[in-house]
């Protein structure tokens, strides 16, 4: 599976944006599609996932300002609105395999700065 990222950029506090993920390969043994972030200094941090079945979660420091969508079987969307200076940070796809000896696709990343 292969993973690539857009949409990231810089906006000021209170802003929104949309990031995309274009999922390409097999496609069909994906199990859950998810948006991590991390900012410079801290761990990788699970943002919103999405599985096969169209059920989705959030961290509570996103929910209810940000929703991840799926569009077809080879779009999964973040949209990110209320922006705040510490959502800033590199998002990542990840796709996890239905086979568990699968190891997770990764995408490259893709920069949101918020800042005024």
């Known amino acids: 599976v292969h993973l690539v990222e857009s949409g990231g950029g810089l906006v000021q506090p209170g802003g929104s944006l949309r990031l995309s993920c274009a999922v390409s390969?097999?496609?069909?043994?994906?199990?859950?599609l998810a948006w991590y972030r991390q900012a410079p200094g801290k761990e990788r941090e699970l943002v919103a996932h999405?599985?096969?079945?169209?059920?989705t979660d959030y961290a509570s420091s996103v929910k209810g300002r940000f929703t991840i969508s799926r569009e077809n079987v080879n779009m999964v969307y973040l949209q990110m609105t209320d922006l705040k200076p510490e959502d800033g940070a590199v998002y990542y796809c990840?796709?996890?395999?239905?086979?568990?000896?699968?190891?997770?696709?990764w995408g490259q990343g893709t920069q949101v700065t918020v800042t005024s």
């Open positions: 990840k796709a996890v395999s239905v086979w568990p000896e699968d190891p997770d696709s």
């Open positions: 390969g097999n496609i069909f043994s994906i199990n859950v």
């Open positions: 999405i599985n096969r079945g169209g059920a």
